[in-house]
């Protein structure tokens, strides 16, 4: 009975661990597919200055347009892109999407807006990575400095050194560095002393609960104080209510970013929105470009 079992359990498990495999490269294969047939979008969520309530930047969100399953979160599919090395090819063309979106929205007007881009650790890694990046800019006329990279605190736990060298470079080009998730990595405050960063943006698990919640009220007062010595700016991730929003306006927090503003959306949107909620400079004609 119990050999019976244990057979029935492996066999069971056999298939199952096939089931699964033969789940992902299926998967892979359609990330591939959508990669090479730009069946992705850029989503565009703002980011709100706390003291004006104007957008000053954006965040570029990819999404998956799967013919059956409608728009895939990248939760979904971002880890295995990471896993199969196909992130490297996906990041560069969400970055080229960006800077040129971002391109258009100066060119309604919108020239204070920049535009922040998610990237791996594993496309940090490259060796190309900075002509990456400087092509992109090149291709599409975005100034540098209109231009955020987000790479998240356990970017530089392993080739500490490699990846440290990449964000001098691309100091040095005159982008701008965000430490993405902080206070979520398996890594170490000293990272924060050599990550040439202009800003780290709280992450949202410790905004969720900020009201009710003494230790996530007094780390996120913590990071903002911690941010301001270092002399960088800091954003809040997840702000999904006014009383977020108050708490952190109240504890001077820069930047605000979450549900209670906007919620990630397509370029289209993202110009109706600008016309009510951004700051315009330069000339001064109403657009729907
Ligand atoms: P992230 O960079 O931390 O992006 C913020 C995530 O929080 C986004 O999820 C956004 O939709 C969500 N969010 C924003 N405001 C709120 C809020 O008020 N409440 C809640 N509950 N969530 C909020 P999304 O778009 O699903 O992206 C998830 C993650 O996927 C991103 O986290 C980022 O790590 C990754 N990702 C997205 N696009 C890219 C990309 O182009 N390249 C890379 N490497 N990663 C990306
Ligand atoms: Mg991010
Ligand atoms: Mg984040
Ligand atoms: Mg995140």
Redesign the pocket.
């Known amino acids: 009975q119990a050999k019976q079992l244990g057979r029935n359990t492996w066999q069971w498990f056999a298939q199952e661990m096939n089931t699964q495999a033969s789940y992902r490269v299926n998967l892979r294969n359609q990330l591939q597919d959508a990669i090479d047939n730009e069946a992705l979008t850029?989503?565009y969520?703002p980011v709100i200055d706390s003291r004006t309530g104007q957008a000053r930047s954006v965040?570029?969100?990819?999404?998956w347009k799967h013919p059956e399953q409608g728009l895939v979160?990248?939760?979904d599919f971002?880890p295995l892109a990471e896993e199969t090395g196909q992130?490297v090819a996906?990041?560069k063309w969400?970055l080229g999407q960006a800077c040129r979106d971002m391109v258009r929205l100066h060119a309604a007007g919108f020239r204070d807006c920049s535009m922040a881009?998610?990237?791996?650790p594993v496309?940090i890694r490259k060796a190309d990575f900075v002509d990456v990046v400087k092509q992109a800019l090149q291709a599409s006329g975005l100034a540098p400095a209109s231009l955020e990279l987000?790479v998240?605190e356990s970017a530089v736990l392993y080739d500490t050194d490699l990846v440290i060298r990449t964000l001098h470079e691309l100091r040095d080009l005159g982008v701008r560095i965000a430490i993405?998730?902080f206070g979520t990595g398996f890594s170490s405050l000293s990272y924060i002393k050599l990550m040439p960063a202009n800003k780290i943006?709280i992450?949202?698990s410790f905004i969720k609960d900020v009201i009710q919640n003494r230790s996530d009220a007094a780390i996120t007062q913590g990071v903002i104080s911690m941010a301001h010595h270092l002399s960088l700016e800091v954003v809040a991730?997840?702000?999904?209510t006014e009383a977020h929003a108050a708490f952190l306006r109240r504890n001077h927090c820069d930047l605000l970013?979450?549900?209670?503003f906007a919620?990630?959306m397509p370029y289209a949107d993202l110009i109706n929105y600008m016309n009510e909620h951004g700051s315009r400079r330069g000339h001064s004609a109403q657009t729907n470009e």
């Open positions: 850029v989503f969520q965040e570029a969100l990819v999404r979160s990248p939760v971002i992130i996906l990041g969400v881009v998610n990237v791996s496309q987000e998240v993405d998730d943006k992450d949202r991730e997840g702000v999904e970013q979450g549900f209670a919620r990630p």
